[in-house]
């Protein structure tokens, strides 16, 4: 048995990049310990929170909803992702890397989205 959320692609991609974010965000200064470190863990981890909660609605509208909320989460880590660069927190080539994480999830919960009936 489980949750209809946990056979979503997007979901199980969500959750692995909460887990790299987490793991990137240790790194950052402990300065940053409550402020861009805590941020941008929140908006990761509500990428996949919101999609599960999403998906146990009890309409495809609320689905639709959640997955926008999820979108907005993930441009929220992105934002967070560049302050990290500017901020010397990560180099060039991690933040590439996650941004073209980023992207790829970006476009697959868009096209989720509007494949909602």
Same mark, same amino acid.
């Given at each position: 048995?489980?949750?209809?959320?946990?056979?979503? =692609? *997007?979901?199980?991609? &969500?959750?692995?990049?909460? %887990?790299? *974010?987490? #793991? !990137?965000?240790?790194?950052?200064?402990? #300065?940053?310990?409550?402020?861009?470190?805590?941020? !941008?863990?929140? &908006? @990761?981890?509500? !990428?996949?929170?919101?999609?599960?909660?999403?998906? +146990?609605?009890?309409?495809? &509208? %609320?689905?639709?909803?959640? +997955?926008?909320?999820? *979108?907005?989460?993930?441009?929220?880590?992105? =934002?967070?992702?560049?302050? @990290?660069?500017?901020?010397?927190? *990560? =180099?060039?080539?991690?933040?590439?890397?996650?941004?073209?994480?980023?992207?790829?999830?970006?476009?697959?919960? +868009? @096209?989720?989205?509007?494949? !909602?009936?």
């Amino acid at each position: 048995m489980s949750f209809k959320f946990e056979k979503l =692609t *997007i979901w199980q991609k &969500a959750m692995d990049f909460g %887990e790299d *974010i987490n #793991e !990137i965000s240790k790194n950052f200064p402990k #300065e940053e310990l409550f402020n861009l470190s805590s941020q !941008i863990r929140r &908006a @990761a981890d509500s !990428i996949a929170l919101n999609i599960s909660e999403g998906s +146990i609605g009890q309409s495809n &509208a %609320e689905l639709q909803k959640f +997955i926008g909320y999820s *979108i907005r989460s993930l441009a929220e880590v992105v =934002t967070c992702l560049y302050k @990290a660069k500017r901020r010397q927190y *990560i =180099t060039d080539g991690k933040f590439q890397e996650f941004y073209d994480e980023s992207f790829h999830l970006m476009n697959m919960m +868009i @096209a989720f989205k509007k494949n !909602i009936k």
